[in-house]
């Protein structure tokens, strides 16, 4: 491949990236800088061609050098293809040495002596695409650093760090803020800035734990602060504490501070310059595209990581933009991770916990309780799932749903997600009552499903419960089951037996599985030692506390979306099973809001077309917490009828 195929080609005042570090190998080359990496392989020549290029390359000279090559010949064409393949992965950069040229030295003559480039004009150089705007973008900023006390260590460190960038830094006392709360702000020319606008991040600390938000006007870095705080306090409360979650002994170092506003500080500098935020230099795959992150650093043992995060306040453009719904599960399970982080997630995030994962998998997350000093407990919510990602999900949209108001809202991953567990959970409740005149599937229709099988085996010979399942359908004309095991009652006439799973799917098989899987996960769940009054997700088992819905295949589109399927494995396989319920799906839904539709507690805008679910809303911001922050990241959250307005 040439140059010429590839439509990118190195101007010739070009120069190699300052900081690109080169590795020679055996027929081939391997750079690697601060924007990119390239390994060019193929050929001996290929060294020995670098060997002629480096030093003019390095040094600004490419103009003459490449001038000085025969045009057409296989030295030129192969300096051409490798200046390609180095512009093409950003290890390029227009014009001569800063140093070299602030200096009126001949280019020629610079060499690549880094040593002698300023520290700035090295690090823009080594980051920025074009490291002169960059330079044009400081030279003009202004910082200021606001804090209680000035001469605090934080915001002393703040004003060093700044100053080093290149900046004029004022010191501010700002009686507002907290002791522990720094605000760092910039004003200039920077890309997106009005005129006069400034840009701003908010460095603090609570307890052990420092944070630094990300870019954003000052209104907006100060709400952030605030929300994070408000986050991390919880945290480190004295509860977590006992859990292992406080400082550890010897308190803070010295040094905390110091990085902590050099992280701010670096942060600020490159929203001033116009480069890349720092948060999306490591393609960290837990970062989510489109989603602010926030540094969280912990004191002991010293660490520090971006973390996708949205508060409450959301003013800036970039923090009213809403994602798409997740297209995989694996995609939705990132999100629920960010959502659901320790620290700063502004929901309870699911995790197995130490929970037993045979004979089905089980997770577990605690709702938030009353403020710190008000009276009342935290609550616990239990599930499982025939797989573990599958029972975080349904856990985590169960956990949101509370938190929202129980019955006045519907959580899922995506559109088709939370309409298919809002359709059966109305269902479920519409058709709870006794089955007098509904008619009931005969055990043969449904007791050979290899997943119900499974389970039922497994509740009633390995977890030895005495159980009984009754399959009914929901109308004559209708292809919708609902599934009810029930705990085998002492006396039969008089009881019908506590439930212990339900479901409620198209065919009496895959009913019959679910509600099996339900009381599996039930029986297991009380016998793990789980908190009285917890709730289940996937299983279906419906509670006091968690009033678990009977969700089943409403996952399943999603869980099988672009996941691979192997030949052999069919519905006894929980891949294949998962693929066959997708195809069913959608003309289940349709069949259940035929059979519901204006009921109670149908949503807002459901009630349409019942091939197609309603979308997420966009506008997040006016949503009450959590539903806007679900929606901003991609979920949707469907509201019901019953919800007071």
Do not use: N
């Not at 006396?491 to 599996?520: K, M, R």
């Amino acid at each position: 491949m040439t140059a010429r195929d590839t439509g990118v080609a190195a101007a010739p005042g070009d120069r190699l990236r300052p900081g690109t570090a080169v590795t020679p190998l055996r027929a081939g080359l391997h750079l690697r800088g601060r924007r990119g990496s390239v390994t060019l392989e193929g050929s001996t020549a290929v060294p020995v061609v670098w060997g002629l290029l480096e030093e003019p390359l390095r040094s600004g000279g490419l103009g003459p050098f490449r001038e000085g090559l025969e045009p057409g010949s296989a030295l030129r064409v192969a300096v051409d293809t490798l200046l390609a393949r180095l512009a093409e992965h950003d290890l390029l950069v227009p014009g001569p040495p800063p140093a070299a040229e602030a200096a009126g030295v001949d280019p020629a003559d610079a060499d690549a002596d880094a040593a002698a480039e300023p520290a700035v004009a090295r690090w823009l150089g080594a980051t920025a695409r074009h490291p002169a705007d960059a330079a044009a973008a400081l030279a003009a900023a202004r910082a200021e650093v606001l804090a209680r006390d000035p001469g605090s260590p934080l915001a002393s460190a703040a004003v060093r760090a700044l100053a080093a960038g290149g900046l004029p830094v004022t010191r501010t006392a700002d009686a507002a803020l907290p002791a522990d709360r720094v605000l760092l702000t910039v004003r200039g020319p920077g890309p997106g800035a009005g005129p006069g606008a400034a840009r701003a991040v908010v460095a603090g600390r609570v307890g052990g734990t420092g944070y630094a938000t990300a870019p954003g006007s000052a209104a907006q870095a100060l709400a952030d602060a605030v929300a994070l705080e408000a986050r991390l306090d919880g945290a480190t409360s004295p509860a977590a504490a006992e859990g292992g979650k406080a400082p550890g002994p010897g308190g803070v170092p010295a040094s905390f501070p110091v990085l902590l506003a050099g992280a701010a500080a670096h942060r600020l500098l490159c929203a001033a310059a116009g480069l890349p935020d720092p948060a999306a230099e490591g393609e960290d795959p837990r970062l989510l595209p489109g989603i602010p992150a926030v540094l969280l650093a912990e004191a002991r043992p010293a660490r520090a990581d971006h973390h996708s995060w949205l508060g409450p306040v959301r003013i800036d453009a970039d923090r009213l933009t809403a994602l798409a719904p997740p297209a995989v599960l694996d995609e939705a399970m990132r999100r629920i991770a960010a959502l659901g982080e320790r620290r700063c997630g502004p929901l309870p995030g699911p995790e197995p916990e130490d929970l037993p994962q045979l004979p089905v998998p089980l997770a577990a997350c605690t709702l938030p309780g009353p403020p710190r000093g008000a009276p009342g407990t935290s609550r616990t919510l239990t599930g499982g799932g025939p797989r573990l990602d599958l029972a975080r999900l349904e856990l985590f949209c169960r956990a949101a749903e509370l938190l929202l108001g129980e019955d006045a809202f519907t959580v899922g991953a995506d559109p088709g997600h939370a309409l298919g567990r809002f359709l059966r959970h109305l269902a479920s409740r519409r058709y709870a009552g006794p089955p007098d005149h509904r008619t009931a599937v005969a055990p043969a229709m449904w007791s050979a499903h290899p997943q119900y099988r499974h389970w039922w085996t497994t509740l009633t010979d390995r977890l030895g419960t005495a159980a009984r399942t009754e399959v009914h359908r929901l109308t004559p004309h209708a292809e919708a089951y609902r599934a009810v095991v029930r705990r085998a009652p002492r006396d039969a006439a008089h009881d019908a037996g506590t439930v212990l799973g339900e479901g409620i799917e198209a065919t009496p098989g895959d009913a019959a599985a679910f509600a099996a899987l339900a009381a599996v996960t039930a029986v297991v769940t009380a016998g793990s030692g789980s908190p009285a009054g917890a709730g289940a997700g996937t299983s279906g088992l419906a509670d006091t506390a968690g009033g678990a819905r009977p969700s089943g295949g409403a996952v399943a589109p999603l869980a099988s979306a672009a996941a691979r399927t192997a030949a052999w494995e069919d519905h006894r396989w929980t891949g294949g099973w998962l693929a066959d319920l997708a195809g069913r799906e959608e003309d289940f839904r349709s069949t259940l809001r035929r059979l519901t539709c204006g009921g109670p507690g149908v949503p807002a805008g459901a009630a349409g077309a019942p091939d197609r679910p309603p979308a997420h809303a966009p506008d997040c911001a006016s949503d009450p917490e959590p539903a806007g922050v679900l929606r901003a990241f991609g979920f949707t959250v469907l509201r019901t009828a019953e919800e007071a307005r």
